[in-house]
């Protein structure tokens, strides 16, 4: 047992082991990212399953044909003549196209409400993103629950205008159809709201702000009918005349969040099962035959997707607006071209309504956190999570590494009573070299050794603790925090046409913070008034974790130690601001990884580079990679070839430059975080990534510097020199230097 | 004096800070003042104002079950207004802190005199510290009177020592555990020998001050035991499962009703159980019972909040010197930033988001205990060693072994 301990106690404070975190750290990353792509098998996914038993999907009869189809044909002249555009021939022989108004139409859909005995309300909104005003007018009919007490309620919504801008014509009829065919029905134990908006992402954010009162009452209008809390919300999407082939459904929510499983493997058992309509996730509908669903790729695919739309946390639908207030929601959108009528779509929302009306409390028993991968497959949060936590523990390793290392610096010991340090006998130091690789000799042994042989005394590199000077590198990245917060202010507060402008305005400055900052680091004096400033007692901190005077084993001795020279004083403080930066961007990765997990796996990812770039101003090869690192990996970098791969993939057309894209996804964020609340993007960005960059930036760029800027390099072999005069000279070197530097800038 | 100019200035800081965020952000009162790890039962603001609202018309406090805290705070803030009476707490604090640091002295060979002004600017600009501020968590009271009566004690001033504790434990009780450590300290400063009569006037002092205090806050709400019983009763019967970031408000929801007496009057014994052990243990480091028992008693006692730790983080630093004998300091740093951060985001998770359940929330605040135990416990550990290691001089520095 004691044996083992001080064995153990000797691998404490080996340094062999100090060169093995940055493998560690490197392992963890590439581990989550493999961890990430194995999701897709067999082996790690799982079969979706119902898992709240009152939903009993499909096992209701539905009605909803024969009769209906014509009242909704009937409906649907009635909706076509005020949604769609009217061609009239005129007197003349000219054509005109007139459009019916928002209120026109509004009064028409109202109407058709109030020919079927439903009570309705229409509420207006007004939003102002970016200088540009956004508003309309939502109108909604409540069927009352004959069985119920109105503490309860469905929604169903029917956006005029789809999330891809298409006329809704068919879902806003089929609505009406259904409000008709609902409130004939006597078994509602919950009260059933129908609501039309213009749009899929104003509207329905204004109305559910206001159902739950949480809605600025300057903008957006109270509504004066209400119902009980709402269970759950579906969404129809049938933007064509045509008949359809399959049923896409969408659930993602703003800000990552999901509707629970159970909602979602209701939708698709229905409709798979009982009307026999093939359904897709994720804009997936490409497959050439349904069995290509189970291929990896294509799961890949799916997964990805779900992910990005996850990380940008904006709405997908108009479900999406929902999702924050926790009441699950999803849009069922028709797609394709095949047998299906307007009538099964009925059908699967008379279902899907109906098995939401069986149940007696809210959707709870199923995952809210979860990845799908096809309509039948998903991941748990246990099987997923660990490759986000891996990858902020990659970061969390190089910290506590940069931290370790920054307590310590390599002295040769000795010195006194050596007479001239250029004697050294190089092959003992090849001794030393080979016994620290030889696991079998201890530290004491390797101490004793060179005097043992009764060779010259030898020099031996001896890791000796010093004080870490704190204060500095935590004021610095604390005011990079708080500064970053200005851009994401400037960003998301900026009227629409001054966006690019002001984006180009800051990218120019964010990329000149690092490069001041690393001049005016490069000297040393101030590193040497910061201490005089603080005192010396921040070492108080120092040896955090490390046995610093406990047990006085091996290669760690723990003197006193003298005052750091100023090139180590230099590499002391960008270690610890790497490591406080490291350690702060793993906790934020790891938390995130709990709010929403796949914009904290992209961050992690994009960041996963800054780990290992650093100070590196001896190892021209270190410091080339680093900067090409730095240059990659930052967020303008990354924008550009995102926007790239967007218009590659055959997103945007082109017709659309680079900007004009850029400006459309600025706008976008801007929409997001003022309409939804849509923090993801703006948030990991400016308070994550790029902090985490600058620092990187900072330590890479001051690599160079001190190489390129000749006073600093010579400065140090000075003071190099100068150490062999004794501890003394040295601090007279520096406040020499210091006096010298201040002189030359006068 | 005190302090240094340098102190002066960051003192004046640290206050227009908080004056400045007060007033730019007059809505960040009300946001924090809702958080769990800053407003618990009996610290919150929110349930002061309904208190005191209650009580401005005439109506008990008591009254609805809301107010568990002390009836002359109410009167405090009928008249004062909350941002400077929570920033002048904060800087007496402070204040008392650097004159318990100028004070210290002690034998052993790693001491070096402190800078008062130092451990009061770190104090104040603990994060923890700006927070329960800005959130107005009434547990400053409490601390501001705890440091207050180390302050005295170290002074030697026994009269200011047993008021400022009588003041403590009659807004929150616990400064009492703290009575035995206290007259240590006091009587170590005063190099008087402890007997029974050195001991009767400063007893006759704390439960005068109590007796008072009780008597005008029975003045003030017309029924004494509506104060015993909705202030202090509540406090020990923990009747308000409210989470918080103790370890309480889950066993006790969790508890068959059979057995909830039983397990109050554990855990309590648990807590009591400290005292007694830390002051017989280490009758010659009073100070440091002190602030060990402070920190035992935020992990342990049933509405701690940050405001607690921020007392914690503010006195620890006075035993700085044994920092280099501590062994988890960072395991038990990360531990306790980690919790920091996860608490909000489980809690969101949990309350507003709820796609998280109770148990996230509460394996947080395990986490976070553990941290705060770690950090407790690792700096017993230090002040052992540090105190062998006087015994035996010869020993210092090497490795020991159980044998």
Known sequence: ?746 | MVLQQKSIFLFVVAAALRLAVFYLFPHITSVLSEQAEIATPVSSYKRLLEGLFLYERGVSPYDGGVYHQAPLLLVVFEFLPPAAVFTLLDMLIAYNIATIAERLALPSPRFRKLDGGQLAIAYLFNPFTILSCLGHSTTAFTNAAITQAIASASTGDAFGTMFAAALGSYFSLYPALLLPPLILLWAQTKKVQLQLQSIVAPAAVFVGTLVLLLSVSALLVGNLWDVLISCYGAQITVTDLTPNIGLWWYFFIEIFDAFRNFFIGVFWIHLIGYVGALTIRLPEQPLFVISSLIGLITVFKPYPGISDVSLYLGLLPLYKHIMPLTRYTFVAASVLLYATLLGPAFYHIWIYAGSGNANFFYAITLVWSLGLSMLVGDSLFAVLRDEWEMLRPEMRGKDVRQI
């Open chain 1, 1 to 746: 047992m004691g044996l083992l301990r001080s064995s153990l106690s000797n691998l404490r404070t080996s340094p062999r082991l100090l060169a093995v975190p940055p493998y560690i750290s490197l392992l963890c990353m590439l581990g989550g990212i493999i961890w990430i792509l194995l999701l897709p098998l067999d082996e790690y996914s799982r079969r979706t399953y119902i898992s709240e038993n009152a939903l009993l999907p499909g096992q209701v009869h539905t009605y909803f044909h024969g009769t209906e189809q014509n009242i909704f044909r009937a409906y649907y002249h009635e909706v076509a003549d005020v949604l769609e555009v009217q061609t009239k021939t005129a007197e003349d022989g000219s054509q005109q196209y007139m459009k019916a108004t928002p209120a026109h139409r509004n009064e028409r859909i109202r109407s058709i409400f109030h020919n079927s005995g439903i009570k309705t309300a229409s509420q207006s909104y007004k939003y102002n993103v970016g200088g540009q005003e956004l508003h309309g007018e939502n109108v909604y009919g409540i069927v009352h629950a004959p069985r119920g007490d109105g503490t309860e309620s469905i929604v169903i919504v029917a956006p005029i205008e789809n999330f891809e801008k298409q006329l809704n014509t068919n879902g806003v009829t089929l609505l009406l159809t259904l409000a008709r065919y609902f409130s004939r029905w006597s078994l509602w134990s919950k009260d059933i709201i129908l609501l039309v908006t213009p749009d899929t992402s104003a509207g329905p954010q204004a109305w559910i702000d206001a159902y739950l009162s949480q809605h600025n009452p300057e903008t957006v209008s109270s509504l004066t009918l209400k119902s009980g809390a709402i269970q759950g919300v579906i969404v129809i999407d049938y933007p064509f005349r045509h008949l359809f082939h399959e049923l896409h459904i969408s659930y993602d929510g703003i800000n990552g969040q999901l509707p629970n499983l159970d909602l979602i493997n209701t939708a698709i058992s229905i409709s798979s099962s009982q009307c026999g309509i093939p359904t897709l996730l994720q804009s997936q509908h490409r497959y050439a035959k349904p069995e290509h669903q189970h291929h990896y790729l294509n799961r890949l695919k799916v997964l990805g997707h779900g992910m990005r739309n996850q990380a940008i946390g904006h709405s997908t639908g108009a479900h999406s607006v929902f999702m924050p207030y926790h009441i699950d929601a999803i849009t069922l959108t028709a797609i394709g071209q095949g047998r299906e009528d307007e009538m099964a779509f009925g059908r699967v929302v008379e279902s899907l309504t109906r098995s939401i009306n069986n149940l007696l409390e809210k959707f709870h028993q199923s995952f809210f956190f979860y990845l799908l991968l096809q309509n039948t497959r998903f991941v748990s949060i246990g099987t997923y999570l660990p490759s986000a936590m891996a990858v902020g523990a990659g970061f969390t390793v190089m910290a506590i590494y940069l931290w370790l290392k920054s307590g310590y610096e390599q002295r040769e010991q000795g010195k006194e009573q050596i007479t001239k340090p250029t004697e050294r006998d190089d092959g003992s130091q090849d001794k030393i070299e080979r016994a620290l690789a030889d696991p079998n000799i201890t530290n004491e042994q390797l101490l004793k050794q060179p005097s043992a042989g009764g060779v010259d005394r030898v020099k031996t590199k001896v890791w000796k603790s010093v004080d870490r000077h704190i204060a500095l590198p935590a004021a610095l990245l604390a005011i990079l925090y708080l500064t970053s917060l200005v851009p994401m202010a400037i960003l998301v507060t900026a009227e629409h046409e001054t966006l690019l402008t002001r984006t180009g305005a800051l990218c120019t400055v964010i990329i000149m913070v690092p490069v001041g900052l690393s001049f005016i680091l490069a000297d040393n004096t101030y590193l040497v008034d910061t201490n005089i400033l603080f005192g010396p007692s921040t070492a108080a901190i120092s040896a955090n974790g490390v046995p610093k005077d406990l047990p006085e084993v091996g290669l760690i001795t723990t003197d006193s130690s003298p005052p750091l020279d100023p090139s180590t004083r230099l590499t002391q403080f960008h270690a610890i601001l790497k490591a406080l930066s490291l350690l702060v961007l793993g906790l934020q990765i790891t938390v995130l990884a709990t709010l929403n997990f796949s914009l904290s796996m992209f961050l992690g990812v994009l960041c996963s580079p800054l780990a290992f770039t650093g100070y590196y101003p001896s190892s021209p090869l270190r410091a080339r990679a680093s900067l090409i690192s730095i240059v990659l990996f930052n967020p303008f970098v990354i924008t550009n070839f995102a926007i790239m791969g967007a218009k590659l993939a055959g997103y945007y057309d082109d017709s659309f430059g680079m900007k004009e894209v850029l400006r459309q996804w600025l706008e976008a964020v801007s929409f997001g975080w003022s309409v939804w609340g849509a923090w993801g993007v703006p948030v990991g960005v400016f308070c994550v990534w790029l902090p985490a960059w600058i620092v990187a930036a900072i330590g890479v760029m001051s690599s160079f510097i001190a190489d390129e800027d000749g006073t600093i390099k010579n400065k140090v072999e000075k003071v190099k020199e100068d150490m062999k005069g004794g501890v003394q000279k040295v601090q007279k070197a520096a406040v020499r230097d210091s006096s010298q530097v201040r002189k030359r800038k006068k």
